[in-house]
């Protein structure tokens, strides 16, 4: 295997992630089975599709034309004349520097192959990078007036999860020391929350091992009772404390030298300690699964040979032979990285059908108000000390009731949660209900968002009236905790993959006269309102919000403006058949009465004179007391005249003042009122009450 097949072969074994940790359940078995077909097909079918393929191009003219040179030269030296001199001897060698040797070739065609996939293969993804010239990049683009376009835009985002390697690295004597994971304790199975997270924790039996100078640390990952956000970092001093007390540390002392005193971070961390967080650091990882790798491939392969192999420019010039090996490389290349995209795409389309797979429900329960309870069963709710427990944590009572089935009585709306109670109990509940479909008014998931989308398809498409989602806001706040972490450099482009897959999940379920609110701040405000315009169409935004969601006054040196609003984007599913079917409003508000014993009822009023800087019609209008008043209106004499006529004209002052035209209540109750584009944090609240909120909820 030459030198550009092995360095392929390397990238190649990067791309199918040969470097995973041999863990044998779940998942991580069928990841064995992958590597046994990978190594098959990189060390032995691999190398023999490509010589297959090469073979076929393989004119031997480079070869031909040494062997003819050679002959010449000795023929002319036997002549006794000068090779150098005679036209055939310059004619070939001519021809051989415009040939190229077939092993060139072959290995140019690895090198081409190995640009291609290193430019598109960023740390497990194939990320679109579709180079023109320089720095210059292109774009899929179909002629919209606005584009919006990312790095992820082809791609399901599939949120972090742990990634199970082995790590090694040497020392400066030439020895090694691998990190392995030796057990992983698997995820709760429930949705019930656990104080417990998951860690890297040093094995307690044989934790270290040397076996051919190597020094093996053997790690467990698995649920450990520790706190704090640098529960990991404390985990790794622990473990290398560990190895300092340990019969061999006299042996690998260089692992326990301090690496910088002068880091104000840490001034004591040890050359051991700072490999071991980058190996815990390391196994977090996220990344994306292609909706369409195969086609995503060939195009930019396609893209790749016109734009970087086949250069137009030296065609003109080029000589037949010369022109002929250069479209016979060109077709090994396409050939050669069609056979690895078909092989890379089978590994992707599985990926693909596990993720788009419905997943099963790990668990289900049922929230039942008390005037459901069957008369069999009350005595097991009387006993259940958690419901009495939980009850009492939601407020429904303070004291424990003395008589408990009165209370019960007394509480028709208290809620049974079922998970509180064994299956017989659960059964019999459940049967005593006619149609339990039809009566459950609410649902409540607990999921990834993109799987909880997906199983809602069936039974809600075209059903539901209003959605209303809060993202992550893409905020440093939001990786620290968790709830949004991107891969490196990909950032935006990650949140946009992310949302682009939830909001159409949702648009699905949404009827056709529907609304869609979507909550976000100033971090991707522009990137989701130009989203939301091409999934829902420019055509269908209703309004922007502005919500105050600070009710004190920032004072902070280091930012010119403070951030104290936050922003709702709010869409209708088709404008025109929300409108139709009757815009949401908020209840009214103004001052009505009936000072005059109008018929009509309350009303309030407004001046019919027109304001500053407006024009109206002019004309003069007499008060009931005779003053005239010489003026500018809202409206023409006659619909004054008509007005005043229906009584719907008021002179205040006792009549000497500027009429007024009514609006009485009824009518803008029939109308409704229309909600702004400012919500004040007194009227609708402030992030303090909103995280209150999401702490009773």
């Keep these: 295997m030459g030198e550009a097949q092995q360095k392929f072969v390397k990238i190649l074994n990067e791309i199918f992630e040969m470097d995973k940790s041999d863990l044998d359940f779940g998942i991580y078995r069928i990841m064995n089975v992958k590597r046994d077909l990978i190594t098959d097909y990189t060390e032995t079918k691999f190398p023999e599709k490509v010589q297959n393929i090469l073979a076929e191009y393989k004119d031997n003219s480079h070869e031909k034309v040494k062997i003819d040179l050679a002959e010449a030269i000795k023929q002319a030296e036997a002549l006794g004349a000068d090779p150098d001199t005679l036209p055939k001897v310059k004619e070939l060698k001519a021809l051989l520097t415009d040939t190229r040797d077939f092993s060139d070739i072959e290995n140019e065609v690895y090198n081409h192959l190995a640009i291609f996939f290193r430019r598109y293969y960023d740390k497990g993804d194939f990320i679109s990078r579709r180079r023109y010239k320089g720095d210059t990049y292109a774009i899929p683009y179909s002629g919209e007036e606005v584009k919006l376009y990312w790095a992820n835009a082809d791609q399901y985002y599939i949120k972090t999860g742990e990634h199970y390697k082995d790590y090694v690295f040497k020392i400066s004597d030439g020895r090694k020391v691998h990190f392995k994971i030796v057990e992983v304790e698997g995820e709760q199975k429930d949705n019930n929350k656990d104080d417990k997270k998951r860690f890297f924790v040093l094995r307690k039996e044989k934790p270290f091992t040397v076996e051919n100078r190597e020094l093996v640390l053997s790690f467990e990952y698995r649920n450990e009772s520790v706190s704090g956000k640098n529960a990991q970092i404390n985990l790794n001093k622990a473990a290398v404390e560990g190895f300092s007390k340990s019969e061999l540390a006299n042996d690998w002392k260089l692992l ?69 090996q250069q479209l016979d490389q060109i077709r090994a290349i396409k050939a050669v990285g069609q056979d690895i995209i078909d092989f890379i795409t089978q590994f992707e389309e599985f990926q693909k059908k596990l993720w788009l797979k419905k997943k099963f429900i790990v668990d289900s329960g049922y929230c039942v108000t008390l005037d459901y309870l069957p008369k069999d069963l009350l005595d097991d709710v009387v006993k259940n000390k958690e419901q009495w427990d939980e009850w009492k944590e939601l407020g429904f009572y303070e004291k424990t009731p003395s008589n408990k089935p009165a209370w019960i009585k007394d509480n028709p709306f208290a809620v049974i949660d079922t998970k509180f109670y064994d299956k017989s109990f659960v059964k019999t509940l459940l049967s005593s209900i006619d149609d339990i479909d039809e009566k459950t008014d ?78 976000i701040d100033h971090n991707e405000i522009a990137s989701l309102k130009i989203l939301m315009d091409t999934v829902f169409q420019k055509m269908n935004f209703e309004g922007l919000i502005s919500w105050r969601r600070r009710h004190n006054q920032p004072n902070d040196k280091t930012k010119m403006i ?109 109308e409704g009122q229309c909600a702004t584009n400012w919500w004040q944090h007194d009227q609708f609240g402030h992030n303090q009450g909103a995280n209150d909120f999401r702490t009773v909820m």
């Excluded at 998931?445 to 069936?458: R, V, Y």
């Excluded at 006529?645 to 009514?662: A, L, Q, T, V, W």
């Design 256 to 324: 326990l030298e301090i690496v910088n005193p002068k880091d104000k971070k840490d001034k004591q961390q040890t050359f051991l300690q700072k490999q071991l967080y980058k190996y815990t650091a390391r196994n977090s990882y996220d990344y994306f699964i292609h909706k369409d790798i195969k086609t995503f491939l060939q195009r930019e392969l396609d893209f790749y040979i016109k734009n970087e192999v086949m250069f137009l420019d030296d065609i003109e010039y080029a000589k037949e032979v010369s022109l002929k």
């Design 442 to 519: 609410g649902l409540i998931i607990n999921s990834e968002n993109f799987q909880a989308l997906g199983l809602l398809q069936e039974k809600y498409r075209e059903k539901i009236k209003c959605v209303y989602i809060d993202p992550p806001y893409n905020t440093e706040q939001d990786r620290q905790q968790g709830k949004f972490i991107y891969k490196d450099s990909f950032e935006g482009s990650s949140w946009l993959a992310l949302m682009t897959e939830r909001v159409r999940g949702a648009i699905t379920l949404m009827r056709n006269d529907a609304t869609f609110f979507s909550s």
């Design 562 to 670: 403070g951030m104290v609003a936050e922003y709702i984007l709010s869409y209708a599913k088709n404008s025109s058949i929300y409108k139709k079917t009757g815009v949401g409003k908020l209840d009214l508000t103004g001052d009505f009465s009936n000072p005059d014993g109008d018929p009509l009822g309350d009303w309030a009023s407004k001046p019919w004179k027109v304001g500053s800087g407006q024009s109206g019609s002019h004309y003069k209008i007499t008060t009931p007391t005779g003053k005239v008043l010489n003026e500018e209106w809202m409206g023409e004499e006659s619909k004054f005249k008509r007005l005043k006529e229906n009584g719907r004209m008021y002179f205040p002052k006792n009549g000497r003042g500027s009429p007024r035209k009514k609006y009485y209540k009824f009518e803008r109750e029939k």
